[in-house]
T-cell receptor, first 111, second 113 residues
């Protein structure tokens, strides 16, 4: 079945460092891809999405590009802030109602 | 903004008890979902509903049931709680035509002793 694999965390960075969180997927067909973020004590919220190959999703300085050839959707940010500390989930959706989530990657940004 | 409200933030129950987790959304969303979140496993779908009185099993429905009598409310029921059901439970909702944009509640941390 379809699945999403994320890099293990936690990822610990200093403020203003460059961030990459790796995400790869396995799916039949051409799924849409998403990044969700969960801030401490809150529910998940949609951060960005891409619906077809080579699309780039972006929001709040974060970016991810849908790479069909490598089945990847890595999350990047050029300069992280302490307020970016959260758990990040990569997800995919095929034609059904279901979103399939990865296991999540915790990001901790130190001042 | 859409609000998804889960009735309890923390809940402690005994093995064998019947447990009800309640979720209410205020934006007339057709779809509602129950996930459980466990460290290292991410989110796993328990049940979802795309209309009142309609429900479908997700990936891990065993030991759970659901009820959707009104559009805004989706309840998760643990018929006889067991210790392996100790987890964070997340409710979510979405519009029919924007299925991928889920709005989540802040979760209920359930401990079964």
């Amino acid at each position: 079945g379809d699945s999403v694999t994320q890099m293990e965390g936690p990822v610990t960075l200093s403020e203003e460092a460059f961030l990459t969180i790796n995400c790869t997927y396995t799916a039949t067909g051409y799924p849409s891809l998403f990044w969700y973020v969960q801030y401490p004590g809150e529910g998940l919220q949609l951060l960005l999405k891409a619906t077809k190959a080579d699309d780039k999703g972006s929001n709040k300085g974060f970016e991810a590009t849908y790479r069909k050839e490598t089945t990847s959707f890595h999350l990047e940010k050029g300069s992280v802030q302490v307020s970016d500390s959260a758990v990040y989930f990569c997800a995919l959706k095929d034609s059904s109602y279901k979103l399939i989530f990865g296991s999540g990657t915790r990001l901790l940004v130190r001042p | 903004d859409v609000k998804v409200t889960q009735s309890s933030r923390y809940l402690v129950k005994r093995t064998g008890e019947k447990v009800f987790l309640e979720c209410v959304q205020d934006m007339d969303h057709e779809n509602m979902f129950w996930y459980r979140q466990d460290p290292g496993l991410g989110l796993r779908l328990i049940y979802f509903s795309y209309d009142v009185k309609m429900k479908e099993k997700g990936d891990i429905p065993e030991g759970y049931s659901v009820s959707r009598e009104k559009k805004e409310r989706f309840s998760l029921i643990l018929e006889s709680a067991s210790t392996n059901q100790t987890s964070m439970y997340l409710c979510a909702s979405s519009l029919e035509y924007r299925k991928e944009k889920l709005f989540f509640g802040s979760g209920t941390q359930l401990s079964v002793l």
